[in-house]
């Protein structure tokens, strides 16, 4: 488990979400002593809009006694992959951007999102992960672009 059930549910409340995640597995990073260890885990989710697309982020965690009681604030680092899993069927109305996904990285008011946005004169959903803070977001990003294609030829 990443964090205590209360603080779960704390930070649960505090953030609403177009998605949901599913847990794909955590390596360890580093070593601590005294709480868990410093981790890299991948989620997996699907584009509550347009089924047939996967995304997966890998985040970094912070581990130790901070970690294991929700206080620590996870680093802004992460990757995302886009895939199509199954046909693509656009919506008559596709907005041009919008947040399909969050995840809470602190106790305060930081999060991972990720937005999606249509490059219609490509045919193209492209998906871009970053991270905000209350206050001073950060510049790093990944990006994922997923071409809306026949399935099954």
Known sequence: MRLPA???AATALLAASGARAEDVGCVNTAFKLIGPDHKVCVEAFTD???PGVACYL???RTGGVSGWLGL?????R???ACRQVGPITLPDRIDRQKEVFDSSTSILFKETQVVRMYDRPRNTLVYL???TKLVDGSPMNSV??????PWGN
């Open 72 to 76: 620590a604030e996870d680093p802004s």
């Open 58 to 60: 890998s985040q970094a």
């Open 48 to 50: 509550p809009d347009i």
């Open 144 to 149: 994922a672009a997923v071409p809306v294609m």
């Open 6 to 8: 209360f603080v779960a």
């Open 129 to 131: 992960s970053y991270s």
């Open 78 to 80: 992460f990757a995302l």
